[in-house]
């Protein structure tokens, strides 16, 4: 009894520095790609009403509404309580479902694993396994983070759209939205919420571990090996739910379909902005969240252990 005590004592003290490195990453980060976010969702706003600007035009109609610069960084604070607390009950969900299943390691190999993963490393059933994790602990998060992913969406959104939508604070949009909207407002767009996060995050996962276990070949460092790996992945988990995205903009916004005859391109719409964020902030968290993670481990004098996307390959 006290062997397994001391063991799920471990393991949350694993998971909660694996969602507390999570949490810092991903709330730095989202801060200073905001902008990239602000965009998008003017983009997928006016597609939805049938305006079409380049991405350049957005911005400068975004900077002229008033406020200048600071206005791309509309709705910043929902964005880090957001992505920060998201992070956080991710991290945490996939280090416990990882440890249940005994899938601790990558299934590349062990930490410290001589010659590195080969090409594809890892069964057919371990990708699968570790692509359901992954959507799995991204929807527990998902769905208890909507009523912040709302607000942020809300706040983000600038022109007509953003002119219905004005509240101080996170705590004063929920309130708001609450009061006169009902508390099942909160969870607007829940469903295609979901469907465009648990399947990115499966995508990322699976495509992140194939491309790393062939760049570990290639390139020469570790940090230069998960930089590409992330990016990879990110562009083609971004692509794969692009739709679906838009539909969770429409949702939380209250936006009609867009009239018969619009292009088809519409479901496309900020696929640039969101395409160049998703990639720098999905390579960036990780980055960091390894740098964190390993800096906590070494400092709690534990034996060294592997982020959870961490590559087997030595410096």
């Known amino acids: 009894m006290a062997i397994q005590g001391e063991s799920r004592r471990r393991t949350l003290a694993e998971a909660s520095r694996s969602a507390a490195s999570g949490a810092i990453s991903g709330a730095a980060v989202s801060a200073v790609l905001q902008p990239l ?35 791309l960084w509309r709705g910043s604070s929902a964005t880090v309580v957001r992505v920060g607390m998201g992070g956080a009950i991710h ?32 069964t057919s059933a371990a990708w699968l396994r570790d692509a359901g994790m992954g959507g799995a602990s991204r929807s527990i998060a998902v769905l208890l983070m909507c009523p912040v992913t709302t607000v ?5 959104a600038s022109g007509e759209a953003g002119a219905r939508y004005v509240y101080r604070s996170v705590p ?28 990115f995050s499966a995508i990322h996962y699976m495509c992140y571990k194939q491309v790393q276990a062939v760049a570990a070949l290639h ?17 083609v988990a971004t692509l794969a739910t692009q739709p679906l995205d838009v539909l969770r903009t429409r949702a939380m916004l ?13 479901l496309l719409a900020g696929i640039g902005p969101r395409l160049a964020k998703r990639a720098m902030q999905t390579t ?18 534990v034996p060294p252990a592997r982020p959870l996307y961490a590559s087997s390959r030595k410096n």
């Open 37 to 71: 976010d602000v965009l998008r969702t003017r983009l997928q706003t006016d597609a939805t009403s049938g305006t079409h600007q380049s991405i350049s035009s957005t911005a400068h109609s975004i900077w002229r509404e008033g406020g200048g610069v600071r206005n």
């Open 91 to 122: 991290f945490f969900s996939l280090q416990l479902m990882r440890e249940a299943s005994g899938a601790s390691e990558p299934p590349g190999g062990p930490p410290g694993g001589r010659g590195g993963p080969s090409p594809g490393g890892g």
């Open 152 to 156: 942020k969406t809300r706040m983000e």
């Open 172 to 199: 004063h949009a929920l309130s708001v939205i609450a009061r006169t909207e009902g508390m099942l407002s909160l969870w607007r767009g829940l469903l295609p919420n979901l469907a465009a996060n648990a399947p």
């Open 219 to 235: 390139l020469p460092s570790h940090t230069a090996t998960s930089f590409v790996s992330g990016a990879v992945a990110s562009i």
């Open 254 to 266: 209250r936006l009609s379909a867009p009239a018969a005859g619009s292009s088809r391109f519409t």
């Open 284 to 301: 960036l968290v990780w980055t960091f969240y390894e740098e964190i993670f390993s800096r906590w481990k070494r400092a709690a004098d």
